[in-house]
């Protein structure tokens, strides 16, 4: 029998209005339900927890200008608000066929598309690496467009259990696959120092490559630990300690985030998938297909360049874009995570 005198539980409190924790943003979380909440947040120029803000939706629409019957690609599904501005072009007329090697994320995009109207019978979702173009088209035959966006999803940085994100302590991780592969903190147990210094060149360009390299291995070494995204940060933060008081928090913040992205570079094989998608493009495109890439850092955009060059001169391409297309100072104030965005374009013979 009940007691009379027990009281229901009461509501978890919301913890407060700027709460710190992943766990503990709800509100943000579940936008469905806040969505006065989330459109503050959206306004003050920051992205919600556990949400993705798609870059640049308006020139690759405006480019790839997608039509009724097509069948095309969107090669990093993310969050979807690509793909779901593409499935509004296509009226529920065509195919879209999206991937994604995010085991945790894509069932949840599936379900967001799912409630905005965009079944299996308009999009075909494919837990695989961009990398398998080719069995893409085994299933769909040629494409008349195909998009990769890629930059990492903005769920994926700000869940620290990740270990993607400098601002909050988390496990080394930075598997794009959290159950593929090994994380970011088994690499550098087994890395000799001259290897990831030529990683730390190769992946990010940093300049104190030799530096942070040789911290690394020596903590390492003498019995440290390097296995929290902290631990790393701290042991960055100390090799670098040369620089002026005035220059220091800047200076060191850059190398930290070179660092992490050179080593999810590397545990991901980052370059090697694109180097292959790259490659596999032509042979997937019917005449007059069009590819849109939206690249982060100099080595990816290095490559989309080069690729697309090289086979404008050998005639599979009949226009490729003269220069990369940068976000609008609109879309950059609005979204800083946008800044650093850089779109190519090409079109098959």
Known sequence: ???????????????????????????????????????????????????????????????????????????????????????????????????????????????????????????????????????????????????????????????????????????????????????????????????????????SDEPYADVIAEAIIKTIKSGGKIQTTTQLKDCIKEALDFFPASESKDMIKKSCQRTFQALRIEVNDEFGVLNAFLQKLPDALDEGGKVAILSFHSGEDRRVKKAFQAFYRQGVYSEISPEPIRPSPEEVASNPRARSAKLRWAIKA
């Not at 913890?15 to 806040?34: A, C, I, N, V, W």
């Not at 793909?83 to 879209?96: D, F, R, V, Y």
């Open 1 to 203: 029998m009940e007691n009379p005198d027990s009281k229901p539980p009461r509501r978890v409190r919301y913890k407060g209005t700027h709460p710190k924790t992943f766990k503990d943003k709800y509100k943000e979380l579940q936008p469905e339900r806040y969505a006065a909440d989330i459109e503050k947040v959206l306004q003050k120029g920051y992205t919600p927890a556990g949400m993705h803000r798609s870059i640049c939706v308006n020139e690759i629409m405006d480019f790839l200008n997608v039509q009724p019957g097509q069948v095309g690609m969107d090669a990093t599904l993310g969050y979807g608000g690509h793909s779901l501005e593409i499935l509004k072009a296509l009226n529920h007329q065509g195919k879209l066929y999206a991937t994604d090697v995010d085991p945790l994320e894509l069932p949840r995009t599936k379900e967001r598309l799912e409630k905005q109207g965009f079944g299996e019978a308009d999009v075909v979702i494919k837990k695989m690496n961009f990398a398998g173009l080719d069995l893409i088209v085994e299933e769909a035959g040629l494409l008349n467009f195909i998009l990769a966006d890629l930059g990492v999803s903005s769920m994926q940085i700000d869940n620290p259990e990740r270990g993607f994100s400098l601002k909050v302590d988390g496990p080394l991780d930075l598997r794009l696959n959290p159950y593929n592969g090994k994380s970011a903190a088994r690499l550098l147990e087994n890395i000799s120092q001259q290897k990831l210094e030529e990683l730390l060149i190769e992946n």
